[in-house]
């Protein structure tokens, strides 16, 4: 291809605007983390699980800033695989400030000296079975006391990666409202084509390893931020074991196992 003097200069612009784009976007996120990674969270304690008011404010905004930049990144590279996908959204997290902890920062994370806001546990980056036209990407920030996990679920549409929908938990006031030791699993289409998607999580807290089991049963709706709600409920689970609780689905529906002992009286 030949480049004129006038397309040359117009593809430069088109760089250099992108560029500048991409540019805001880092500068915008590292803001947010910044913000969040300075809220105390050791001096006074917090026994009450306590979110302070910045915190709710800012965590949404981490969430999206976060989304904005998985969006980019998959559409990128729309006909990689999950593994290569993760691995490319891990190096634009990072160059944008947001770098995952490692394996050995994670182990040992919780501690006293530890529990802090504005931190990216992990990512991961999953193809549901017999689903090849979707993406799930699910994002783990750090909060005290536990971690909350976000949802991103993305259908391909020719050679695009389109958001189609979110689950995650935002404007809590305290971090039970955050959603822990997420799992989710998406069933088999059924003979019309209709699936749908499970999304459980147990509640964080200081204290005691009997918590809340929260399970969704969604489909997206009118925008990816607005699924239709098909079930909500909830059960009490025991966290004093290695898998508290297994998810599986089927395409007339889905079990819930929990592990541990008997729940209190």
């Known amino acids: 291809m030949n480049f004129t003097p006038r397309l040359f200069a117009l593809l430069t612009f088109l760089i250099l605007s992108c560029g500048a784009v991409l540019q805001a976007q880092a500068d915008k996120l590292q803001a947010v983390v910044e913000q969040l990674r300075a809220i105390d969270t050791r001096s006074k304690g917090n026994p009450s699980g306590a979110v302070p008011p910045s915190a709710q404010k800012l965590l949404p905004q981490l969430k999206a800033g976060l989304r904005e930049i998985i969006g ?3 559409n990128e590279h729309y006909s990689s695989s999950p593994e290569i996908l993760h691995d490319n959204v891990l190096s634009d997290l990072k160059k944008a400030g947001m770098e995952a902890l490692s394996r050995v920062q994670r182990d040992g994370y919780y501690t006293a ?3 802090d ?4 546990s992990d990512v991961t980056v999953r193809q549901p079975e017999r689903h090849p036209d979707l993406v799930a990407v699910v994002t783990n920030l750090t909060i ?3 971690s909350d996990a976000s949802l991103n679920l993305y259908r391909r549409t020719g050679t695009t990666w389109q958001l189609i929908l979110v689950a995650e938990s935002n404007g809590y006031a305290d971090i039970s409202g955050a959603q822990g030791s997420f799992q989710f699993a998406i ?3 059924d003979g019309e084509g209709n699936w749908f998607v499970v999304a459980a999580d147990v509640n964080p807290w200081c204290s005691s390893n009997w918590q809340q089991l929260r399970y969704k049963v969604l489909r997206p709706g009118e925008d990816p931020h607005h699924s239709q709600v098909l079930l909500d409920e909830h059960t009490t689970v025991y966290l004093g ?7 599986t689905v089927s395409p007339g529906g889905f079990e819930i196992r929990k592990r541990g002992r008997a729940g209190p009286r």
């Open 72 to 74: 980019r990144t998959i």
């Open 113 to 115: 000296d530890g529990d």
């Open 117 to 120: 806001f504005g931190y990216l």
């Open 144 to 146: 005290p006391c536990g």
């Open 187 to 189: 069933s088999p289409p």
């Open 241 to 247: 074991v290695d898998q508290p609780y297994r998810l």
